[in-house]
């Protein structure tokens, strides 16, 4: 099972739509970490056939999407939220905790607009950076989750409109 994974794309879906262009088939769903969840759901009309997991970020208003959400794919429970409730700026120790006492195998947030992954007490820990407005670079970020026989593995990877889709980490 494979998984893509956005965040922060406030109101510029023209990468996304790209991305699940090229992957879809490749892929067997979308999660959206929020700031603008209405862009996920934009994208899901465009995309009916994939699944989307959405969650709203603190830049969501009136939307329907949860703040944060559990989905069990591929024997994993995979823990989604926007990440700004859960001082991600500082430091991942609360959010790390948080996953923790959910029984989760991972958790998945935005917010920061910087990719990172790690685990922490058996939880994978990972923000996929920002699909529109990445602060560490120009390039902007999205994250692969792959589940194959009981293991996760998360890659970290870049989106360039010349070069295309590249691994980062």
């Known amino acids: 099972m494979k998984l893509l994974i956005f965040s922060d794309s406030h109101g510029r879906i023209d990468a996304a739509k790209s991305i699940i262009a090229h992957l ?15 862009d996920a759901e934009r994208l899901q009309k465009m995309f009916p056939s994939m699944p989307f ?3 709203r970020g603190n ?4 939307g329907t999407a949860p703040a944060h959400r559990m989905v069990t794919l591929g024997g994993k429970r995979l823990l989604m939220t926007h990440g700004h ?3 991600v700026h500082w430091n991942l120790q609360t959010i790390a905790y948080w996953a ?4 989760a195998d991972a958790v998945f947030f935005g917010h920061t607009h910087y ?11 990972c923000n996929p950076g920002s699909i529109s407005l990445p ?9 692969i989750l792959t589940i194959e026989r ?3 593995e998360v890659a970290i990877m870049e989106y360039d409109e010349k070069t295309g889709i590249k691994r980062r980490c």
Not at 135 to 143: G, N, Q, W
């Open 24 to 38: 879809e088939g490749k892929v067997d769903g979308v999660m959206h970490l929020g700031d603008h969840d209405t």
């Open 53 to 55: 997991y959405i969650v």
């Open 59 to 62: 830049n969501d208003f009136g």
């Open 85 to 87: 409730k859960h001082r």
């Open 100 to 103: 923790q006492e959910q029984l």
């Open 115 to 125: 990719p990172t992954k790690e685990e922490s007490g058996g939880v994978l820990i």
């Open 135 to 143: 602060r560490d670079s120009r390039i902007p970020t999205f994250a």
């Open 150 to 152: 009981g293991r996760m």
